[in-house]
């Protein structure tokens, strides 16, 4: 099975900050990498798929970036709202699997 | 408007069976393939299982390999994953949730809110 290695596991930023998550695969996935938010007590969220596509209805400053084996999740400008657990998911083999996650939190 | 909603989940006891159900609405249900999808209490993801949109084929983690069957019945847009010799590694919300691919588990666009499954004594 391909591992998802995400870090950091959660950090701490101010409104407006630019933040970055990173994913790393164990082996070459080419760009088969999707990015999903969960906020607590909801379902998960498809913000980004394709390593770099935006889902649509979701901000743009949310952006998605790499391939290979890795990859970044950027929020350019962060909002209150965007408080949640963030997963990187790759699709290149069966079985799908997840990163462990991050979780963000306002500072 | 998609909507998935699951049903079915519940308290069993280890080495028991239960057959969890998802209403899909809102879209041509046999253009997507399907999955299920858990959450173990305070921990992260983990895929489950994925059915094609024609039900031809279909996708296990190892980890439910041979207990667990998904299915679904295009003519009532409904998805199952029967789970049997349940243990207490499967407490877990349940997802139902659709792929954007009708063929495959790529990406999963829409959730629905889960089932809660509880394998306990």
């Known amino acids: 099975d391909i591992q998802m290695t995400q870090s950091p596991s959660s950090l701490s930023a101010s409104v407006g900050d630019r933040v970055t998550i990173t994913c790393q695969a164990s082996q070459d996935i080419r760009n088969y990498l999707n990015w999903y938010q969960q906020k607590p007590g909801k379902a998960p969220k498809l913000l980004i798929y394709d390593a770099s596509n935006l889902e649509t209805g979701v901000p743009s400053r949310f952006s998605g970036g790499g391939s290979g084996t890795d990859f970044t999740l950027t929020i350019s400008s962060l909002q209150p709202e965007d408080i949640a657990t963030y997963y990187c998911?790759?699709?290149?083999?069966?079985?799908?699997?997840f990163g462990g996650g991050t979780k963000v939190e306002i500072k | 408007e998609v909507q998935l909603l699951e049903s079915g989940g519940g308290l069993v006891q280890p080495g028991g069976s239960l057959r969890l159900s998802c209403a899909a609405s809102?879209?041509?249900?046999?253009?997507?393939?399907m999955n299920w999808v858990r959450q173990a209490p305070g921990k992260g993801l983990e895929w489950v299982s994925a059915?094609?949109?024609?039900?031809?084929?279909?996708y296990y983690a190892d980890s439910v390999k041979g207990r667990f069957t998904i299915s679904r019945d295009n003519s009532k847009n409904m998805l199952y994953l029967q789970m049997n010799s349940l243990r207490a590694e499967d407490t877990a919300l349940y997802y139902c949730?659709?792929?954007?691919?009708?063929?495959?588990?790529?990406?999963?666009?829409?959730w629905g809110q889960g089932t809660l499954v509880t394998v306990s004594s």
């Open positions: 059915i094609s949109g024609v039900g031809d084929s279909k």
């Open positions: 809102g879209f041509t249900f046999n253009g997507h393939a």
């Open positions: 998911q790759q699709y290149d083999n069966l079985p799908l699997t």
């Open positions: 949730a659709r792929d954007r691919s009708p063929m495959a588990a790529i990406s999963q666009d829409y």
